[in-house]
């Protein structure tokens, strides 16, 4: 897929249109000097992307907009574009309609149009040392719109400056199909100042790391040091974790005596308790036979009196007392009750005596027991204090500076790693730092020996039969012939050479498949070989290289499309197969330029200006 450029026009308020139209496959525009051939080279390179509008020359004066047509991909395309600079638009419409209101706007960006047309969307080439990215529309117009000066020039095809780079690149795209995808760019100027300042930082970092550490310890004494530590810390741990499970049997044993010290101790108290309580009641017992005891002899005391009026006022007993308490059977039923009682009270007694034996006989028996548990307890105890007095001073160390040793030690450990991987990372930065010149092997193998053999045949069938070797030199996108660089000829030869390359490789690129704008715009390739201020000495005549040319061009069904803009005159014969557009240079015959004649302004021209035709076109531009 390629494009196929169909016409070209300028067109502008109360003007004629100035119009081109384009050969799908060849196209010759000839005429002398300062006719426009030139200005139309810089028009198409204006509307195919290129920012820089066409000089202004006197009879573009009026004229506003530049129109291409080009066809590709079964679509008629249509830019237009202001004489003066601005943006684009484009318009597209199917090829195989030609009514003009067909066509539509569309949003693409041109020189992604182009891309897209000719196969490089998606291609990534070199820009530079540090960049990659898409094939754009410069590197396709570069390589297929030559101006008059590039032709026979002694600058190299790529050009000069920063954009060499894309444009070797681009070059190898179209001669070998392969882009730059696969090759690893260096790193940016930013990117390694910013890689210098850390490595500034990871440096200074350093200096910092070691300032932890004394000036005459090593790595290895460290670790030896530390493990002497960790030996002495495990066997203390070792002996404190047995010590440990002893110390927790013992204190389960003292728990377990203790509980049973104090149920003993419980048991005790309240036999102890009973004890108080019983004998307390026994002395009420006894009180209470005692108080019955007097009672009973107090009633047979009273049995034994007898009855006497009251001394004081002589009234008899009879009349002072309840009668029946006067009579004798009276006292005998209160010693009676008072004889039950007493049985009662003796044998309640009687069962409090056996009860207080029993709790007696307990307390002693619990009081003894508790005393034996106490001693057990104490001797526990005592064991206790004894486990952890002796792990007290079994080792010489004291944990707690063993635990600040280790501390030490492996804080200055760490300040080794630490060291070891700032200076590790200094060395990465140090060789991510250096910006290594990027080498890319341009070899064109097969395919730059198949351009060179076409260019070969291009050039014997122009009338060069002296080239007896020629090879592709992919490095420099130029040719070697005779083992000599193009650019080492004379300025006729190298425009003809040149030629000969930007045809052949347009070609092969087509028809190997490989990303080409499809076009060449060649400007006087036969003017540097023709002009006496350029000639060098030749083996083959002028006349013969032009006459052959002509007629290769008239014949040539290749691949693509080729505009040659010329000065140099096409025999009658080619001329009637090659239809070339002749421009005369003299207002009123054929048509002299670019752009229609018309008068211009005397104020702005001298009068001597229109003197002959000559003269006339000499203010137009090429």
């Known amino acids: ?15 004629e249109d100035a119009e081109i139209p384009f050969d799908a ?18 028009c198409l390179w204006y509307m195919l992307g290129g920012e820089k509008p066409p000089k202004g020359i006197p ?76 094939v754009t529309g410069d590197d396709l117009r570069h390589w297929s719109l030559w101006s008059q000066t590039e032709i026979p020039g002694e600058d190299p095809t790529s050009g000069q400056g920063y954009a060499t780079t894309k444009r070797i690149s681009s070059f190898n795209l179209f001669l070998s199909g392969t882009d730059d995808a696969a090759i690893q760019v260096n790193k940016t100027k930013a990117e390694v ?23 005459d310890v090593k790595r290895e004494d460290v670790t030896d040091a530390l493990e002497r530590v960790d030996r002495t810390l495990a066997a203390m741990t070792t002996q404190y974790e047995a010590r440990s499970t002893l110390l927790k049997q013992m204190r389960r044993d003292i728990a377990d005596t203790s509980d049973v010290l104090t149920r003993i101790a419980n048991a005790r108290n309240h036999a102890k308790s009973m004890v108080a309580r019983f004998e307390l009641l026994e002395q009420k017992y006894s009180n209470d036979l005692a108080r019955l005891g007097a009672t009973n002899e107090g009633v047979a005391f009273f049995q034994e009196l007898p009855s006497v009026p009251c001394p004081l006022c002589g009234t008899p007993t009879e009349i002072q007392v309840d009668p029946q308490d006067l009579t004798p059977a009276a006292p005998a039923k209160y010693r009676v009750a008072i004889a039950a009682e007493a049985d009662k009270i003796r044998s309640l007694r009687s069962g409090l005596l056996s009860a207080l034996l029993r709790e007696t006989q307990r307390y002693d028996t619990l009081r003894v027991e508790a005393e034996r548990v106490a001693q057990l307890l104490n001797g526990l105890q005592r064991q206790e204090a004894l486990a952890i007095e002796g792990s007290r001073i079994e080792f010489d160390a004291d944990p707690k500076t063993l635990a600040f040793r280790r501390s030490d030690l492996t804080a200055q450990l760490a300040i080794f790693d630490e060291v070891e ?12 730092s250096v910006r290594k010149r990027l080498v890319v092997n341009r070899d064109g193998g097969t395919h730059g020996r198949a351009v060179a053999d076409r260019s070969k045949a291009l050039l014997e069938s122009w009338g060069f039969a002296d080239i007896e070797n020629i090879a592709l030199d992919a490095e420099e996108c130029d040719l070697v012939i005779n083992d ?32 080409h704008l499809g076009v060449v715009v060649i400007d006087s390739p036969l003017k540097a070989y023709a002009d006496p201020s350029f000639q060098e000495s030749t083996d083959v005549p002028l006349e013969r290289v032009t006459d052959k040319f002509y007629a290769w061009l008239s014949n040539w069904s290749g691949i693509g499309q080729i505009i040659v803009l010329e000065n140099e005159e096409v025999a009658n014969a080619t001329a009637e197969v090659l239809k070339p557009i002749e421009f005369s240079g003299v207002p009123g015959l054929g048509r002299p330029g670019f752009f229609p004649h018309r008068d211009i302004l005397q104020s702005n021209v001298s009068p001597g200006l229109f003197d002959d035709a000559a003269g006339f076109l000499g203010s137009i531009e090429d």
């Open 1 to 15: 897929m390629a494009i196929i450029l169909t016409t070209l026009k300028a067109v502008g308020v109360d003007r």
């Open 25 to 42: 496959k060849r196209q010759v525009i000839r005429g002398p000097s300062e006719t426009g051939k030139s200005y139309i080279r810089d």
């Open 59 to 134: 009879l573009a004066e009026g004229y506003q907009e530049l129109q291409l047509r080009l066809a590709a991909d079964g679509n008629q395309y249509e830019v237009r574009r202001g004489l003066s600079g601005g943006g684009e638009a484009i318009y597209h419409r199917p090829l195989n309609n030609p009514d003009a209101s067909a066509f539509e706007p569309l949003e693409d960006d041109l020189g992604d149009l182009l891309v897209k047309l000719s196969k490089a969307a998606g291609k990534q080439i070199l820009r530079n040392q540090s960049d990659r990215g898409p």
């Open 193 to 215: 100042d910013r890689i210098k300042g850390q490595l500034t930082s990871a440096e200074a970092a350093l200096e910092r790391t070691k300032a932890g550490l004394p000036d």
């Open 421 to 432: 991987r700032v200076t590790a990372e200094i060395a990465r930065l140090k060789a991510s």
């Open 484 to 515: 000599r660089p193009r650019l080492s000829y004379g300025a006729g030869r190298r425009a003809l050479y040149l030629s000969s390359l930007v045809i052949a490789l347009m070609e092969h690129a087509l028809q190997e498949g490989h990303p």
